[in-house]
């Protein structure tokens, strides 16, 4: 708990009432749900839904300051983890370290989807003091 900061509401929540948010220049392939606000600083963590139509791809190695826990849904894909491709299907799970740079190709038959945890919040605001 931080000081001057509410604790968030609890609810529980159904996947089919979350719509998808399609991630930019994608066309629909690649979508998201988010069960909670990201701009609710209540939260210290997100789980959400990551989606893959057929050639859905996460075009370019990413990385995030936090670490993040992946359970695979549905579908078959293949993962960047670091430097290796590493194929990926239903009940998988991975956990991946900050700055682990990561990207993603479903190539199909079918849907991609795996349920996603990320800490969110944690993290101090870096600045630099000039004397």
């Keep these: 708990m931080?000081?001057?900061?509410?604790l968030p509401e609890?609810?529980?929540?159904?996947e089919l009432d979350v719509p998808a948010g399609e991630m930019p220049e994608t066309n629909g392939a690649?979508?998201?749900q988010r069960f909670a606000d990201p701009s609710d600083i209540r939260h210290d963590m997100h789980v959400n839904i990551v989606n893959f139509e057929p050639g859905g791809v996460i075009p370019f190695p990413e990385t995030h300051v936090m670490e993040?826990?992946?359970y695979v849904l549905e579908g078959k894909a293949m993962y960047l983890?670091?430097?290796?491709?590493?194929?990926?299907?239903?009940g998988?799970?991975?956990?991946?370290?900050a700055f682990c740079p990561r990207a993603c190709y479903a190539g199909g038959p079918?849907?991609?989807r795996y349920l996603l945890y990320k800490d969110?919040?944690?993290h101090a605001t870096l600045s630099r003091q000039f004397v």
């Design 30 to 32: 690649w979508t998201t």
């Design 2 to 6: 931080v000081e001057g900061i509410d």
């Design 68 to 70: 993040h826990g992946l």
């Design 120 to 122: 969110v919040n944690r």
């Design 92 to 97: 998988d799970f991975m956990w991946l370290r």
């Design 81 to 90: 983890l670091n430097d290796d491709w590493v194929e990926v299907q239903e």
């Design 10 to 14: 609890a609810f529980v929540t159904n």
């Design 110 to 112: 079918g849907r991609f």
